[in-house]
């Protein structure tokens, strides 16, 4: 599933593509990824309007309109948006379930194959209540985001599993399965460890970690493991996918210690990879 840098690529992407433009028109072919309060509904407050801003939060993009309406897309397991400067037959999939047409015969179509992904259209005005009804958690690349900040979380969490927590959306918002096992790895911690057994050293470790991989996860465009549908909006695969250390590593030397073999445990329900040498 997109995660942060792969939401926030496709975000930027789209802020630089599509912002002010007009939707001239849009093309529906499988109602059901569109909730609003009636089909009608949307294609009326999105049919005319201009792109005002393209932006991210948690696993969301939100796309505000210059009607005071913003349309709000999860790509969920498979979702994927490409932008194309004109519409050829070779772009549309059997899973091609929406496209936008801008007024320059420019498009934005939206691909999901498991059909898990949706776009809403909420008053930009409400985001706010959408997301506290949402209960996410902070924004981890936001400046507010501090070690202190990340301490005081981690301390209402004491039995919490660190690798499940940090992908709990309440706690902290936009980590999923893959980044989770990355940070554990890079601040050499096991991915069960329970909060309260971490010492000071390891959470300002995990913390830093976080950051850094998230930040340079975006650098690449993201991630596209193996049986994975993410692409940017132009079609191309995530490059971090060439940095991963556990992530679909079972069975691998560790890159690290060079001694360890990359073991997989089920951890809440998730596959879990880790080093069993050099993670405490
Ligand atoms: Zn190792």
Redesign the pocket.
């Known amino acids: 599933m997109p995660e942060l840098p792969e939401v926030e690529t496709i975000s930027q992407q789209l802020a630089r593509k599509i912002k002010g433009k007009k939707i001239k028109k849009i093309e529906v072919r499988l109602k059901k990824v569109i909730q609003a309060r009636s089909f009608n509904f949307f294609k009326n407050q999105v049919e005319g309007a201009k792109i005002k801003k393209v932006w991210r939060r948690a696993k969301m993009i939100i796309i505000d309109l210059n009607n005071n309406y913003s349309l709000v897309g999860h790509l969920k397991l498979t979702g994927q948006l490409f932008f194309v400067k004109e519409l050829k037959p070779e772009n549309l999939k059997k899973y091609t379930h929406l496209i936008y047409h801008f007024s320059d015969k420019s498009c934005l179509i939206y691909n999901d194959l498991r059909q898990f992904g949706y776009v809403k259209i909420i008053k930009t005005a409400d985001l706010d209540k959408f997301f506290q009804e949402k209960k996410l958690g902070p924004e981890p690349l936001d400046k507010n985001f501090t070690l202190e900040k990340f301490k005081t979380l981690l301390k209402q969490k004491p039995r919490s599993r660190i690798k499940i927590l940090l992908m709990d959306q309440s706690f902290l918002a936009g980590i999923g399965n893959i980044y989770a096992q990355e940070i554990c790895w890079g601040a050499k911690v096991q991915p069960q460890r329970r909060i309260n057994t971490l010492i000071d050293k390891e959470i300002k470790l995990i913390y830093t970690c976080l950051i850094k991989i998230l930040k340079q996860a975006i650098k690449d465009k993201g991630t596209t493991a193996a049986d994975e549908h993410y692409q940017d909006t132009a079609g191309k695969k995530g490059k971090y996918v060439f940095k991963l250390k556990v992530y679909q590593k079972q069975g691998e030397k560790?890159s690290?210690?060079k001694?360890?073999m990359i073991q997989r445990i089920n951890l809440g329900g998730r596959g879990t990879s880790y080093?069993p040498?050099?993670?405490k």
């Open positions: 560790c690290r210690c001694k360890g080093c040498i050099c993670q």
